[in-house]
């Protein structure tokens, strides 16, 4: 089974004022060790770049080589593995976004949900509730929420 995690996880996991911090880490780590495969699609990847390092998130952002070396190790697991648009990306898109009203926020949750459902991924760890909205995935909180 493979699976994927969203940038909240990643953020989490690096910003030691939040109380999701340990767990997220702990998580990170044990789904990061195999042996199934984890997808870190790219738009997680410069989400977690983009939000890490703004001074107006965090109250100590990371420096981009910091938050750059983070997704590095992350990237050099065996385990972990990357995974970019398609040339029938765009049809599948269009299918996703059948499913659900997409608006606003909900455009690079499409986005990520068309890369998984591309590359055979079901299962996307996260704690946020709009991924529900999609049909077909198996959304999972690391954090325990429902």
């Known amino acids: 089974m493979s699976a994927t995690v969203d940038a909240n996880v990643l953020l989490y ?3 030691e004022e939040s109380p999701f911090h340990t767990r997220a880490l702990g998580f990170l780590e044990e789904v990061a060790r195999g042996p199934a495969l984890l997808y870190l699609f790219w738009p997680t990847v410069f989400a977690y770049l983009r939000i890490a390092t703004h001074p107006s ?4 952002p990371l420096p981009h080589d910091v938050a750059s070396a983070n997704v590095g190790g992350l990237l ?5 593995q990357t ?3 398609a040339e029938r990306f765009w049809p599948t ?3 996703v976004a059948g499913d659900a009203v997409i608006s606003g926020n909900l455009v690079p949750d499409a986005h990520l949900v068309a890369l998984m459902s591309e590359n055979g991924v079901r299962t996307i760890w ?4 709009d991924f529900r909205r999609f049909t077909g995935l198996d959304v999972r909180d690391p954090f325990g929420g429902r």
Do not use: I
Not at 57 to 60: A, H, N, P
Not at 76 to 80: D, I, K, N, Q, W
């Open 76 to 80: 050099a697991l065996p385990h972990v």
């Open 57 to 60: 998130v965090f109250r100590s």
């Open 93 to 95: 898109y269009e299918d």
């Open 13 to 15: 996991a690096s910003d």
């Open 83 to 85: 995974a970019g648009e």
């Open 126 to 129: 996260t704690n946020d509730r």
